[in-house]
């Protein structure tokens, strides 16, 4: 058995004086999916931000592919783990595959131009996220799903065995959502890629992933399979507000609706 | 999109630009000197001089200090995200004048190892600025937030910028003026001593920039991104921040704060090339060192004998040059929709 690929051991983060995240500790296998859920301010993308050393702490406890996270030098952790992150809205000036081309960072050297080997890596990423037909364009002109993409692709051209994406189907409508979700399924299938989303959509959560990190307020919550999460009391727990369980009429699995305005 | 094709060739058009202006400027001004007369110093009588001693210096300095504050611009605009920053958002210009009117109002005259008293003030003023800004930043985080260091930089500028005001208020007329003129900018320089002194600063901030390209590239794309691509970006800012600083307090210790071609020639290449700094970084320092080249020749050509403040030629050029180009072709071309 392959050892794990993330590990936090009673990992806990302070900022400014506040506890963000508390005693966390669990263990990821390599080309899991695993969805991260918790209502706002839970601690969510503190944690992912952690994991990429965005956030700036001692960073004991937390284990990347077998070596402390401490010991990794920023260069070193990108070609393991890459992010991408919450949409701030101001968008870099560049075209896409400019832009996708900036995610080879990590093996580029100051003094020379990037080699073929990025070249084809760049090719094949716009290949697979289907955005070569827009990498003449600026990221300004591009619509919000087909920006996400873009996002995803960079990220992917990191070759890194971690890909952190956060809230990425935020602001997009079900159709462009499901494309994404496709996406992301099949990069962790096809490439092996273990996947860490932070997603709001708890349906989403159990029906794409393999195992379901529930935070409420920095504390671990729920840590198991989506079947264990679809209870009403686990929700409760988390939510703190009841659920109405319902049968997905193809799949035969459990999906939750809210059961009235909070 | 532009291919990688045109932006080199534009590289390469904008190189010969730089030596044909570099070289042609030194013969243009009040009276056209023939090649001659700088070859041969027995027959051309003043004009030898006038060329090696006054022109040459003087193109010299343009050509860096154009350079200079173009290429800081740049890269204050993509460390902050900010298109609207310019070498003297951080309070260096006005530390630089602080110094510069101090020494006017204290009525020193005295140069120190060949470098005139006003420009070793100015210099002091400009790096006094710096470790304003950098030391209020620290104080606030072991990081260099750019939020911190953008705020710490405008208010430095606004106080000293009142330190001036105050000064030139208990100065007399004529140390006043004085004052004023200085703060116009000007290149005058006479023998290849200023030129000595400046080129180490452009030399090595330039080169740190253009050793940085990668990572300028990445922090126009936020913080977070950067971090998550590997770039260590409190790294990044200081040398940054540390070569830009010491560049500009150099250029404007020399030249005065000439306004306008921090901000605007960054601008003008990146509507031509686009926004990589791979290709923009090298094209800003040229197309900086140009600009300010051909705006001086102008400034001591077309009111000769007297001469106009390059500040005033380099914003009455580059100010329509620039909106012509900001209208003339669509917004998504230049990534700036």
């Known amino acids: 058995m392959n050892p794990p690929i993330v590990e936090f051991e009673h990992f806990s983060f302070v900022l400014e004086g506040h506890m963000l995240l508390s005693d966390i500790s669990l263990s990821i296998d390599p080309g ?10 839970a601690g969510k993308t503190t944690l992912l931000k952690c994991l990429e050393r965005i956030h700036h702490t001692s960073h004991t406890g937390i284990r990347i592919a077998g070596k402390s996270l401490a010991a990794y030098s920023q260069r070193e952790l990108a070609r393991v783990v890459s992010y991408v992150p919450q949409a701030d809205g101001v968008l870099p000036l560049f075209t896409v595959a400019e832009f996708i081309m900036m995610g080879r960072y990590p093996y580029l050297s100051p003094c020379t131009p990037p080699g073929k080997h990025d070249k084809a890596v760049v090719a094949e990423v716009l290949e697979l996220t289907g955005t070569a037909q827009f990498s003449r364009r600026h990221l300004a002109t591009l619509s919000g799903g087909e920006r ?6 960079a990220a992917l051209a990191q070759e890194a065995r971690i890909l952190l994406l956060d809230e990425p189907d935020v602001f997009l409508d079900p159709c462009h959502q499901s494309e994404i979700h496709g996406l992301l399924s099949r990069i962790n299938r096809e490439r092996g890629v273990t996947v860490l989303l932070i997603t709001h959509d708890i349906n989403l959560a159990a029906l794409i992933s393999g195992r379901i990190l529930a935070l409420k307020k920095g504390s671990l919550v729920y840590w198991g399979d989506p079947e264990g999460l ?9 939510y703190g507000k009841p659920f109405v369980f319902v049968k997905h009429p193809s799949i035969g699995k459990n999906v939750v609706v809210t059961d009235a305005p909070c | 999109m532009l291919n990688s094709r045109y932006k080199k060739r ?7 630009l730089a030596i044909v202006v570099a070289v042609g400027a030194p013969f ?7 090649l001659r007369s700088v070859l041969d110093p027995v027959s051309a009588g003043t004009d030898y001089d006038i060329f090696w001693r006054i ?18 611009g740049m890269a204050y605009q993509a460390m902050f995200r900010n298109l609207l920053a310019t ?9 630089a004048s602080l110094g510069a009117a101090c020494y006017v109002h204290l009525g020193f005259m005295f140069s120190l190892l060949g470098i005139p008293g006003i420009s070793v003030f100015a210099f002091c003023g400009a790096v006094l600025a710096v470790a304003f800004v950098y030391g209020i930043t620290m104080l606030r985080g072991k990081r260099l937030a750019s939020s911190t260091l953008l705020l710490a930089g405008v208010a430095i500028s606004f106080f000293f910028s009142s330190l001036i005001l105050f000064i030139q208020y208990l100065s007399t007329f004529a140390h ?8 116009m900018g000007a290149i005058s320089v006479v023998g290849f001593e200023p030129v000595r002194q400046l080129t180490p600063f452009v030399l090595c901030g330039s080169l740190v920039i253009l050793y940085l390209r990668h990572e300028l590239n990445l922090l126009m794309a936020g913080e977070d991104l950067s971090t998550s691509r590997g770039v260590n970006v409190n790294r990044t800012r200081q040398f940054t921040f540390f070569a830009t600083s010491l560049m500009v307090g150099g250029v404007v210790a020399v030249c005065g704060p000439i306004g306008f071609m921090g901000m605007m020639a960054p601008h003008i290449c990146r509507l031509i090339i686009g926004a990589d700094h791979r290709y923009l970084a090298p094209a800003t320092l040229l197309f900086g060192g140009v600009f300010l080249t051909v705006c001086d020749t102008i400034a001591r050509t077309i009111i000769a004998p007297a001469e106009m403040p390059v500040g005033i030629i380099t914003a009455l050029l580059g100010g329509p040059f620039f909106i012509w180009l900001l209208v003339g072709r669509s917004s998504d071309k230049w990534g700036m929709a």
Not at chain 1, 32 to 41: K, L, W
Not at chain 1, 230 to 238: A, G, H, K, N, S
Not at chain 2, 28 to 34: H, K
């Open chain 1, 32 to 41: 899991e999916f695993v969805s991260i859920i918790g209502p706002n301010g």
């Open chain 1, 148 to 153: 996400q993409r873009v996002f995803i692709a």
């Open chain 1, 230 to 238: 679809m209870q009403e009391d686990v929700l409760f727990d988390i």
């Open chain 2, 10 to 16: 534009f590289l390469l058009g904008l190189t010969i």
């Open chain 2, 28 to 34: 243009t001004g009040m009276q056209f000197i023939s």
């Open chain 2, 55 to 72: 022109r040459v210096p003087r193109v010299c300095i343009s050509f860096l200090a154009g350079a200079g504050l173009a290429i800081s």
């Open chain 2, 87 to 95: 070498p003297y958002t951080l309070g260096v210009a006005s530390g």
């Open chain 2, 176 to 183: 006043s003026f004085q004052i004023v003129r200085w703060l």
